[in-house]
């Protein structure tokens, strides 16, 4: 983090899970629509503090990130996306429970 010594980078591939991608694609579609800039997205980023970066993934903590932005932007408020979060999570744990309901 931010030019400490960071250990040996896995070389390896990666398939990327659908959710991952969707947060790919979020990002892209709200920086083209002007709703948040890269440095917005890195001070973000940055003020999750060291702990984000060892207990989270990488689109953990983009998601957080584009997310802390929009709230910025107004593009809802924390009150709006609590309200939106319950009701998905009524829906059931999973796509298949979601759909029965």
Request: hydrophobic share 40%.
């Amino acid at each position: 983090m931010g030019g400490l010594p960071a250990g040996a980078i896995p070389q390896d591939g990666h398939d990327f899970a659908l959710w991952e991608k969707r947060i790919d694609a979020l990002m892209v579609l709200c920086g083209g629509k002007g709703l948040f800039t890269v440095d917005g997205l890195r001070r973000a980023l940055e003020d999750m503090g060291e702990d984000a970066f060892e207990k989270h993934s990488y689109y953990e903590r983009w998601i957080a990130a584009v997310n802390q932005n929009l709230i910025e932007a107004g593009v809802y408020s924390l009150e709006e996306l609590g309200q939106r979060m319950a009701a998905v999570s009524r829906r059931g744990a999973t796509y298949g429970e979601a759909q029965d309901g």
